[in-house]
């Protein structure tokens, strides 16, 4: 059950960070740079990539109901089981939290079919709305009072962080596919520049993270459980952050090898994803080693 619920905790967090990016990008960044046929052109290659993030995103929230509520019951039997689903959501912390999530995830879904809820802002609301809502269901949880709300702020600001950046990856490798934009060497300078503010924020507030919960600069033991997995992550932030360097290298005295760069992009995309999978396992152990 513990397998099921880390992929489970993989896939909705890809899902929701991918389509709270993806929306942000588009309607903050790409947007105004993009002509009109460019941006409908980008809104074609992004309809079959929402219709697949929010069904995947409800769906997973669901799931993850299930196996919580089967692991709070020591029985994967009982996720299933109406009446302990129906107490978990009304008697516990996660279920509260939870019952606001599915809404958020309900409403996105709606709006695939309903036009009034599918404009881009009201969808990047709810986006925003969703994502915001997975805040308190990490290791800020245990915390309480003022310490316990600054937590979850911060991980909040973290877990923003991380979307804006891989969803603006994955938007610059549907921009970088053919037929590329002609306004594309602006807007990858412009995502460069934002990315170094991106990254700063997910370093800062991931090591506010750390010191909090491990009561030290880096978890003990530093190479086996949390620590371990948490080394991993860095590795695979380290290895993104060379292949943007190398992207913006590449775009000072390169122009025009959109293959390479979307090669390069798309790498990068792939070792965030990569570093998701490493948040979604480090969610599920202690940030401390057990007296």
Not at 78 to 106: A, C, E, I, K, R
Request: charged share 10%; hydrophobic share 55%.
């Amino acid at each position: 059950m513990q397998s099921a619920l880390i992929l489970c905790r993989f896939i909705h967090f890809a899902a929701v960070l991918l389509l709270f990016g993806t929306c942000l990008f588009r309607t903050w960044l790409f947007r105004p740079l993009l002509n009109s046929e460019d941006l409908r052109t980008l809104d074609q290659k992004l309809t079959w990539l929402t219709r697949l993030l929010i069904p995947v995103a409800l769906f997973s929230a669901l799931a993850w109901l299930v196996l919580t509520t089967g692991s709070m019951a020591d029985s994967w039997q009982d996720g299933l089981d109406p009446p302990t689903l129906l107490m978990v959501l009304g008697s516990t912390f996660f279920g509260q939290v939870w019952s606001t999530h599915l809404l958020f995830s309900g409403l996105l879904m709606l709006g695939l079919w309903l036009p009034g809820l599918s404009s881009p802002w009201r969808r990047l609301t709810l986006a925003a709305l969703l994502l915001g809502s997975l805040a308190p269901v990490g290791h800020g949880a245990m915390f309480d009072g003022l310490l316990g709300d600054l937590m979850m702020l911060n991980q909040l600001v973290h877990l923003c962080g991380i979307g804006a950046w891989l969803g603006g990856l994955l938007m610059l490798v549907l921009l970088l596919m053919p037929p590329a934009s002609g306004n594309t060497e602006r807007i990858l300078l412009r995502f460069s520049g934002i990315g170094y503010l991106l990254v700063a924020t997910i370093i800062i507030t991931g090591l506010i993270n750390v010191r909090v919960l491990s009561g030290s600069i880096w978890p003990v033991p530093a190479l086996s459980g949390f620590g371990l997995i948490l080394l991993i992550k860095v590795c695979l932030v380290l290895c993104m952050l060379g292949l943007a360097l190398f992207n913006r290298i590449m775009l000072n005295r390169n122009a025009g090898r959109l293959h390479l760069l979307r090669t390069s992009v798309t790498l990068e995309c792939l070792f965030g994803m990569a570093a998701v999978a490493a948040v979604s396992l480090l969610g599920t152990l202690p940030p401390m080693a057990l007296a």
